[in-house]
């Protein structure tokens, strides 16, 4: 893979000029329930315009992504040898039924309770059988067709710990790093949520470049991965100023979403109190107004992250989400540096 522009498609506006710049799309989200069963009807915005999608662009990849629909739905699906097969057949017969190109797994995250789900040590080994049954039932589609399987994956130590990469590269096509939210709600550290490098004086050190470099440690080749972009922001209040406007201050709370890319540059960005910065060492902007923080990706940003997948060999750059841009700069951003 090279140059890669994948974006996580939901509700709001898509268009042809969207579908011409981008090599593939995202759907979300399916849901997958705790007996295998799948469900999209009604949760995906774009099934009625796949026909259209087509039309505007025909080599656009249109990739179902997939969350749980209950607590245990992936850690239950992925224990038992007969849900396994359910849910991939299920998820083979979606991706025929709708002509998508495949599926994507958006499992946050295997081991980890921390975001409410209920997961097991197993889920290790698991995962990697219910991938491999996946790939069984996708590659039986036949009819000359490639389909894909790919995942949204967690860019910290914690995720490559709780998956077995060099198998799961087996079955997967690429893998989606997250590199964003990488100073959340689990942070009272305002920092960047998805900034290229770290900043030294980050004591929760994280970037996409580190995050990167962690999975290709683990086994999986560079073209196969993937760099997130952010097209909405983070941010922390209630901050005392010092000399790095906010920057790596401690906060009483972790960091919130903050607005999506359109209204932030309407109505934040070098407006109402709030000052625009950048961070040469992290290769990324923030803004300040004296006690909130808000972190975010732009143009220049955007650019910077371009330019090191290319001179890294990686495979591309996916954002979430369409919606959080309808200025289209973002996007145009991507295209004039990727493609």
Request: proline share 4%; with cysteine; hydrophobic share 35%.
């Given at each position: ?331 145009d951003t991507l295209y004039r540096e990727?493609?």
């Open positions: 893979m090279k140059n890669e522009i994948i974006g996580y498609v939901g509700s709001g506006a898509f268009t042809e000029s969207d579908a011409k710049k981008l090599t593939g799309i995202n759907l979300a989200f399916g849901q997958l329930h705790r007996d295998g069963s799948v469900t999209v009807q009604g949760r995906i915005d774009k099934l009625e315009m796949i026909p259209q999608i087509r039309k505007w662009n025909p080599n656009l990849r249109i990739i179902l992504s997939m969350v749980q629909a209950d607590r245990d739905a992936f850690t239950r699906c992925c224990a038992d040898e007969e849900l396994r097969r359910t849910a991939a057949a299920a998820l083979a017969d979606v991706t025929v039924r709708y002509d998508l190109d495949g599926v994507d797994l958006d499992w946050e995250y295997p081991c980890v309770p921390s975001n409410g789900s209920m997961v097991s040590p197993d889920d290790r080994h698991n995962f990697t059988l219910l991938c491999a049954e996946i790939r069984k039932c996708l590659d039986a589609i036949g009819g000359g067709r490639k389909y894909y399987l790919t995942i949204a994956a967690g860019a910290d130590l914690y995720y490559v710990n709780c998956v077995e990469l060099p198998e799961l590269m087996e079955y997967l096509d690429y893998i989606n790093v997250m590199t964003y939210d990488l100073k959340c709600g689990f942070h009272a550290l305002a920092g960047h949520h998805t900034a290229l490098y770290s900043n030294r004086g980050d004591v929760f050190s994280n970037s996409c470049a580190q995050a990167l470099a962690l999975f290709e440690s683990r086994g999986v080749p560079a073209d196969r991965l993937l760099m997130g972009a952010a097209f909405y922001s983070r941010k922390w209040t209630d901050l005392e100023d010092n000399e790095n406007h906010g920057l790596l201050v401690l906060c009483p709370n972790g960091g919130g979403y903050g607005p999506d890319y359109e209204p932030l540059v309407k109505d934040y960005v070098n407006k109402n109190g709030y000052v625009e910065y950048w961070d040469d060492e992290a290769q990324a902007p923030y803004l300040f107004n004296g006690s909130t923080f808000l972190s975010y990706d732009n143009p220049r940003s955007l650019a910077e992250k371009a330019a090191y997948v290319k001179e890294k060999g990686y495979g591309g750059i996916f954002y979430w989400e369409h919606k959080c841009d309808g200025t289209g700069v973002l996007l990727l493609r």
